[in-house]
Every structure is written in structure tokens, then in C-alpha cells.
């Protein structure tokens, strides 16, 4: 089992990623670091972290409330509110791409309205990246508080009001402290997931070096126009990125399940 | 890595109800309305833009759409591809997750931390691999060529690429139910005079039911639904590599807004579907113990 088991992940995991590796390091580090800068590169990079930054912080704030609000308040249509978290995931992104373009595209209503009056534009922009990337990964920050949220002991935060502390107060000193962790890797779960992310930003970002192409939109298209070496050393970086996230989310997950596994 | 769609119990029932005083209640009606809204700009009002889209000129268009031999050859590539992927990751997940739970060797921390890579890598850099693995001047080309095989432009190559991006998910949906069910009820099986393969038949792959019907839900969710990393490595050839997701794709290019359109909004639902089956079975199965 142990030789099935192994072959079948050098074969579909570990050959891959060396050839890519291989492929970006062949004209060395200097080399790679000089594709990845190359204004087109590097801009594209750029509005990838930052797009995925954006997008990790509003998560961040509105999947906790979300999880908070599941978990703590009874209220009309909760099990649609629970069922509908998980709807991203059933969703292929290139539907969520399409979507949003119908909701806010420029020739649509509602687009439109938003472009005329104030002066927003959505799609073809970065905030249509930020929206499709915080419809992707909704479930993500979500699904990771919950459980932890539904296991605390509320007698601490009646404890707590007990002395007087505000409900601010309760959440931020008791509360918020033990989500720490899963909050943080579910957060980096996101962040890995959006940095790659392509079929919903394709449609939505649309393709325009230096203002809206994305890392992963710009690694198709030197694909497309067949420079080799720039989509290896951009697919490069993006490996590395993953890489680093998903060791360090590892990291977390090991220490939570030694902390007592909350 | 969890991601397990709506596996959570209610609330503990409270004994006495909590005394609630006006501001709390206030606090309490806000934070629901702004979750509310949240999910509902966010999630609903696109899914209902959708639907709006695709039956904007009635019903007539999107019927027509599925009568399209190309839209149809298209969803029907995408079910094989699919359900062949989710072939191949029952058997090697299964593998996998045995190894990781039951076997011990040096480097197996490593190989569980990458098994959640490919969760995290672009799809396009996936395609991209594999072109540089089986492409024109691919690591394999020659090797493809003497066996006279095509896989890049071809459906081997898009086949590879949806078995890359769905690896996780029957993995991390089994290796958990291993882990709790423990090897007593194999150790008795084998007492009892049971070989290894019949031990494993009849205890170990009926304990892990669960794990299957949530790993192929998952694997064949996100396998209907892959769009980059099939782009790069099947190249879209109408009529030949075109799947679902690039049918979508080249019909928004083209401007056929409802056959787009409807066509997103099939694809959407039938996996949607797929989800909340599984989901109804887990309710039904919970409500029957």
C-alpha cells in the first residue's frame, strides 16, 4: 500500500513541482529575481498580495461576525444563513466570475448606477477582484471559527459581565483570545486560495497589463505567447507563496492538536 | 485541513434562558442585520443576477442552449473527466490516507503537509506543469512520441490536470475517519480468522462510508467546476477539449450572453445539487440514530 500510496504522489505531486522549479532556477536566482521584476511581472505580483491582502482583512472581520452571529443568536432563516456559507464551494469560480459581471458589470443596472453616481467602478477593476475573492473563500474563515466558537465556555464571558465588563470589552479580553489561532488559519487558508486563484478573476478583472491582470492571468499569458521563462519564474513565485502558507497553516494546526486540540 | 460543508451541531441547549436587557438585544439585531446583508450582496443578490440573466428572454433560449450538440459534447466531456477523476481518487486516496494513518516512515510529516499544495496552487501553474511535462518539447516528449500518445491538447492531459487540483479533498475526508476508528475491529477481524484483503473489504471501507460520500461530493464539485488549469493544458479545441467552464468561456467571448449565461447557471445548480443531496443523506442518516 505504502509503494501505491507513494508512487501515485511522486507522480502526480512531486515530478511536477520539481520540473517547475527546475525550469524557473535554470537561468539561476539572479535570473529568476530579474523575470519577476520586470514591470508587467512585478505589478502583476503586486496587485495579486494586494487584492488577496484586501479581501483577507474583510473576511477576516465578516466571517468571525458571521460565525459570532451562527453560533450565538437564535433568529428567522439562520439554517438558510448556515447553508448558504458553504454555497462557494459548490460554485465553479468561473460561475462566481460570470456573475458578478451580470450584477456589475458597466452595461448592467445596477453596474452602471454605482459607476454613474459614485463614481465606482467594479468590474474590469480592483474592487470586482476583491468581491470575487471574498465570495471564493467566504467559507474558509468561517468554517474555521465556528466549531472552536461553539466549544467555548460562556460561563467566562458571564463571569466577565458579572464585573462589569461591556460587551466590546467581553469580545475583545475573553472571547476573541482562544479564536486566535483558527482565526489566523483559516484567514491564511484564504490568502493561499486567492493568490492563485483564476477562473473568477479572468472574467472579472479582465486582462490589462500594469491595472488589472492578476499574477495567475499573467502566468496564462506568457503561457498563450510561449515565453517560457517568464511564466516559469512568475509560477515560481506563486509556488513559493503556497508553499510558505500552507507549512505555516500546517504549523498552526499541529500546535492547536498539542495545545489540547480546542 | 477542514472543510467539511455544514458538519456542525446545533447550539447546546441553554437550561435557563439568558436575561437579555434592551441594549443587548439592539447589539443583537444589528449584528444580524449586518451579517445579513453581508451574505446577501455578496452571495445571494449574484446567484439571483444569474438566473435573471439566463431566463432574461425566457425560457425558450436556455432550452435551446442544451439542444447546442456543442454545449452538450461539452457537458458531456466534462462528466467524463470528472467522474473518471473521482475513479482514480477513490482508489489512490484511499491508499494515501491508509498510509498516512496506519504506516510510519521517515518524511511522512512532509508528504502529509503536501498533500494540502495543490489546495493552494494557481490552476494555471498546474496547466503549466503539466505542459512542461507533456508538452511539444516536454521532459515526456519523447517518450510520447515513440508510444505514438497525446496528453497535452488532449483529454489524458486534462484528466492529470483535474486529479492534480481535486488530490486533497478524498485524502483529508479520510484520514480523520481512519484515525477514529482505530485497527480493534480489524485486530478482532483477524483473530477471527479474516485474510487482509477480506478484513479490509468487510470492517475497514464500510467504517469509512462517510469519508467516500463527502470525498467524491467534494472531488466531483470542484472537478465539474475546473476551468484554469484545463484552459492551459487542453487549449479549449472546440469540439475536442472543450469542457463545460470553457464552453462558458468562449461563449461570453462571442457575446452569446444566454447560452453563457444558461449554461453557467446548469452547471452551478448541478453542482449545488450535488452538495445539498449529501447533505439531505447526512440529515436522514443523523435522524435515523
Redesign the interface.
Known sequence: MRAAALSYLALMLIIPLLVIFQDGLSQGLAGLWQAVTQPVAWAALLLTLRTSAMMVLINTIMGTLTAYVLVRYEFPGKPLLNALVDLPLAIPTLVTGVMLVILYGPQQPIGAWLERTLGWRIIFAPPGIVLALLFVTFPFVVRAVQPVLLSLDRSVEDAAATLGAGPWTIFRRVTLPPLALPLTSGALLSFARAVGEFGAIIIVAGNIPLRTQTAAVYVWGEVESENRFGASAVSVALLAIAFTLILVVDLIQSRRQEGGGR | ??????R??K?PRERWPRPVDW??RW??RA??T???L??GI??????A??V??ALAQGLGPVLATFRDPQVQKAFGLTLRISLLVVAIQAV?GT??A??LVR?D?RGKKF???????????????????????FGRQG?FAPVLQTLDMRVAFAVPGMA?AT??VT?PFMIRELVPILQAFGVQQEQAAATLGASGWTTFRRITLPALRWGFIYGVT?TL?RA?????AV??IGGGIQGRTETA?LY??RA?DERQYVA??SA?LA??LF??L???GT?LLRRREESRQ
Open positions: 485541513m477542514t472543510l467539511q460543508p455544514g456542525l451541531g447550539t441594549r443587548r447589539l443583537r449584528l444580524v449586518v451579517v445579513l453581508y451574505v455578496l452571495i445571494v443578490a449574484p446567484i443576477g444569474l435573471a440573466g489512490f491508499a494515501v491508509w498510509m504506516d516512515f508528504i502529509n503537509g503536501l498533500i494540502d499544495l495543490p489546495f493552494a496552487v494557481s490552476p494555471v501553474v498546474v496547466g503549466y506543469m503539466l505542459l512542461l511535462l521532459l492529470l486529479l492534480f488530490l467534494l464539485a465539474l467546476g475546473e476551468f484554469g484552459l492551459v467552464t462558458i468561456y461570453l453563457a449565461y453557467a452547471l452551478g453542482s449545488l450535488l452538495v445539498l447533505e
